[in-house]
């Protein structure tokens, strides 16, 4: 019995050049996920909102320097630090720009 293993992709840290490429994997990976269909209702311009979402997200995390990515950008694993998962007040600013797709989801979105 012949066997065969997939190629396991190099895993990285990622930069903040990739935070970009990253936040439209992360998008399209979770545009149909129950929680961004909810926090983002229209269904023309979800794609839009999730990815500014996971573009500020990623710019809170990139400090804590626990965001991997693999060579090619095709994938994506993001940690919070302990007692450092909730944004900080001058973050929490940076999702205002969601305000126009969350609407009124948009405190439990950032929550």
Known sequence: MA?????????RKATRD????????LARAFL???VTVWAFRGERTR????????RTRLAGLIEQDE??????LS???LWALPDRWRPRPGEV???????????????????
């Open 3 to 11: 066997s065969s293993f997939l190629a396991v992709p190099a895993v």
């Open 32 to 34: 149909d996920d129950p």
């Open 75 to 77: 994938g994506a694993a």
């Open 93 to 111: 600013l940076r999702y205002a720009s969601l305000a126009r797709g969350a609407g009124r989801n948009l405190f439990q979105v950032i929550r």
């Open 47 to 54: 794609l839009r909102w999730a990815e500014r979402l996971f």
């Open 67 to 72: 965001i991997y990515t693999t060579g090619d």
């Open 18 to 25: 990739d935070l970009p490429a990253l936040a439209a994997v």
